[in-house]
């Protein structure tokens, strides 16, 4: 009954672990009613990523594969996508690890955003959800005339979410995004945090009444897909529970900002 499984011979390549079967989801709307799957086999070496995979498949066998990517540094956040089920950066990921007993590696675009082709997704509700909570600082009109002080614990509490490279692996693992486009998402939360949390930044009170309406941090279910999906290891959901936290008590928080950055701009007194 189950021959076809255990008569399919692995190819001699692929015990010896110089090949690897890398398996596309494919799909060009403009000529394709579905996607379907393509098998490639490429040639590996124990330094060989999934990217480097997919530029050979591009550049030896199939042009038409389509895929982003740009820095090949894990900086740019470019080259996400699924890859056996979970999403992660193609660049940084080693193609020998991830191979099933078969030598064979599954990969799919991003889930829950609209397929442009093949690997690449339509990621404009991602971008719509960053620029709801006002990524950018937004400094106070009387800047101090040196620098802004911050203290370590501070700096130590921006540091993490300051490493996002806005990949969107945490935000097309995220079930609520799946069911629900207008949820602000796990990486612009972090970014709200990572803002309402700095001294430098003028408007922590509204950044707060953004991110307490209707589609913001209490649509998050605490499903903590958002953590094992991030390539760089951050938080999203304690950023998540923390911003939760900060809203319902507002205009407290409010105040002891301002207390605290009269004593932050004060100057440093020479020892
Ligand atoms: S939090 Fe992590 S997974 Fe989400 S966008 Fe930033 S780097 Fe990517
Ligand atoms: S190509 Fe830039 S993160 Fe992978």
Redesign the pocket.
């Known amino acids: 009954m189950f021959d076809f499984i255990f008569k399919r011979e692995t190819p001699e390549a692929i015990k010896k672990g110089n090949k690897a079967i890398v398996r596309i989801q494919r799909f060009n709307p403009e000529v394709d009613e579905k996607p379907y799957m393509e098998e490639f086999e490429v040639p590996m070496t124990p330094d060989t990523t999934v990217?480097d995979a997919l530029h050979h498949i591009k550049t030896e066998q199939d042009g038409s594969v389509t895929f982003r990517?740009?820095?090949?540094?894990?900086?740019?956040?470019?080259?996400a996508m699924n890859i056996n089920g979970s999403n992660d950066?193609?660049?940084?990921r080693p193609l020998s690890e991830s191979l099933d007993y078969h030598g064979k590696i599954t990969i799919k675009p991003l889930p829950f955003q609209p397929i442009i082709k093949d690997l690449v997704v339509d990621r404009t509700t991602f971008w719509a959800q960053y620029m709801k909570i006002k990524p950018w600082l937004i400094p106070p009109d009387d800047i101090p005339e040196k620098e802004f002080r911050m203290s370590p614990e501070e700096v130590e509490a921006l540091h993490n979410a300051e490493t996002c490279?806005m990949?969107g692996a945490c935000y097309s693992s995220c079930q609520v995004v799946g069911l629900n486009k207008e949820y602000i998402g796990p990486h612009a939360l972090l970014k709200s945090f990572l803002r309402t949390a700095d001294p430098r930044d003028s408007i922590p009170g509204e950044r707060l009444e953004i991110v307490d309406g209707d589609n913001g941090v209490y649509r998050c279910h605490t499903i903590f897909n958002c953590i094992d999906a991030c390539p760089k290891n951050l938080n999203p959901t304690e950023a998540i529970e923390t911003l939760r936290k900060l809203a319902q008590k507002r205009l407290a928080y409010e105040e002891a900002r301002e207390e605290r950055q009269k004593t932050l701009n004060e100057p440093i007194r020479e020892a």
């Open positions: 990217l990517r740009s820095c090949r540094h894990a900086i740019c956040g470019s080259c950066l193609a660049c940084h490279i990949c």
